[in-house]
């Protein structure tokens, strides 16, 4: 049986971590290498990188955390944010990661986790998938960190990425993003129940048992936390203590 | 000095940070002395099993590794792992070095996601000297499609995936292979490194 996974993620903008509420208003909180370190020490599965950057020339200073990161962090890397091309996926494997995360671009150009799953394996392919309610069991595919809507339905959505070959979904509810209120069970579930691959929880941690509630009550294989695993709120191992103690296996 | 023998294939690098943290000489290498000369071999992997087959022949090390790995500890990794095997049939059926009895197939679990890809609990089948000092509660990483068919006596730990999945393979000697990525496997994994390149120090 494999174990419920455990992911941090860190915000990165121009080699430094930071930290927004619902998108907006962003600080700085530190230097990604030592937090992925600092993670990985408290058991942390997986630990993901989130580009913000916005120009071309931060895209190299990336690479060079991912590169960093690899020397002394010794479970898989993901990087997500600004992947939009073969070479891209490509230059993030090399410098040291082991999957990308791709949203946006996944989008507007499907042929990318297609042709990402074909050349390397569909197990580093990771779409990212920003959603948001519009009605009963209802949610839309937003883009560009949650700014634009594309009218597209989610569960259409997650199942064509299934089908192009995408290895995984990180699902990102931007109703719950911020709010520290939980994770978006009800969406969770319609996504776990719409594919077969494994399928991460995001946004709306915001205290211990929200974790084991996602494990709990929906089917998906990880849960992923930013701010309440910078702010040193909780650990990691705590949220894996507290699932343990509630019966969900975790490493 | 470990050989960690590049012929292409992915993940070379996350092998030799890991060698590197733990503070152990070693050498990504396509060349037959290095081979030769090194205490220890690893060979690492990923992609497909043809292919790779394919690569180590046009490298010219077939013979080498099938030499060196009877006289020294050898690690495969993953694919390099599989590769250990007499044959396998991913996509087609195809020769391997067949260096432990058994082949290569398909994980057949029409109910499970595959790629089996995640941290699975190792069981273990048989002593081995990778485990040293490892507990009862040892999850390592895996990302794979295709897994062994060996005999018991070569099986030294699995995990449960649906059925059992080889994870530590030996001859009972010096070869050795592991289906899950050790570099990737946190604490447990740099400890079975650790022991591994350990014993090439002993063996020196």
Request: proline share 3%.
């Amino acid at each position: 049986m494999l174990a419920k996974r455990i992911i941090p993620c860190l915000d990165v903008r121009d080699g430094k971590v930071v930290k927004g509420v619902n998108f907006e208003g962003i600080k700085e909180v530190g230097d990604p290498v030592e937090c992925a370190y600092e993670y990985n020490l408290q058991g942390a599965d997986e630990i993901v990188f989130y580009d913000i950057t916005a120009s071309h020339e931060g895209r190299g200073v990336m690479l060079d955390v991912v590169r960093e990161t690899a020397k002394k962090v010794f479970v898989p890397l993901t990087v997500g944010g600004g992947i939009k091309t073969v070479d891209d996926i490509r230059d993030t494997l090399r410098a040291g990661a082991d999957k990308v995360s791709v949203n946006s671009q996944a989008v507007q150009n499907p042929q990318l986790i297609k042709d990402g799953a074909d050349i390397f394996g569909c197990q580093c392919i990771c779409v990212g998938v920003d959603a948001k309610k519009v009605g009963d069991n209802k949610w839309t595919v937003y883009i560009n960190g949650g700014r634009v809507d594309m009218r597209m339905d989610l569960i259409d959505w997650v199942k064509k990425c299934e089908q192009l070959g995408a290895g995984e979904i990180c699902l990102n509810s931007i109703d719950t993003d911020g709010v520290r209120g939980g994770f978006d069970l009800p969406m969770l579930k319609a996504v776990c129940s719409a594919v077969k691959i494994p399928v991460i929880a995001s946004g709306g941690a915001g205290k211990l048992s929200d974790f084991a509630d996602a494990f709990l009550e929906t089917d998906c294989s990880a849960a992923l936390a930013a701010s309440l695993f910078h702010f040193k709120e909780l650990t990691v191992q705590q949220v894996k203590d507290d699932c343990r103690s509630k019966g969900i296996i975790v490493r | 000095m470990i050989a960690i023998i590049d012929y292409g294939a992915g993940n070379i690098f996350s092998v030799k940070n890991a060698l590197d943290y733990l503070g152990f000489e070693n050498k990504l290498t396509d060349k037959k002395e290095d081979i030769e000369k090194a205490d220890a071999i690893i060979l690492p992997g990923v992609g497909a099993f043809p292919w790779a087959m394919n690569m180590l022949g046009l490298s010219g090390l077939i013979d080498t590794i099938k030499e060196q790995a009877k006289i020294k500890p050898f690690l495969g990794i993953c694919l390099g792992m599989q590769l250990l095997f007499e044959k396998s049939y991913e996509f087609e059926e195809c020769k391997g070095l067949g260096l432990i009895g058994g082949y290569v197939d398909k994980i057949n679990e029409p109910d499970l996601v595959i790629p089996h890809m995640g941290w699975n609990k190792l069981v273990y089948n048989h002593d081995c000297p990778l485990f040293d000092g490892l507990g009862d509660d040892e999850y390592v990483y895996f990302v794979h499609s295709y897994k062994a068919f060996c005999d018991n006596k070569n099986l030294y730990a699995y995990c449960e995936y649906g059925s059992k999945v080889p994870a530590v393979v030996s001859d009972g000697r010096y070869i050795f292979g592991c289906q899950f990525h050790p570099e990737k496997s946190g604490k447990t994994g740099l400890k079975i490194l650790e022991n591994f390149a350990k014993m090439s120090q002993e063996v020196k």
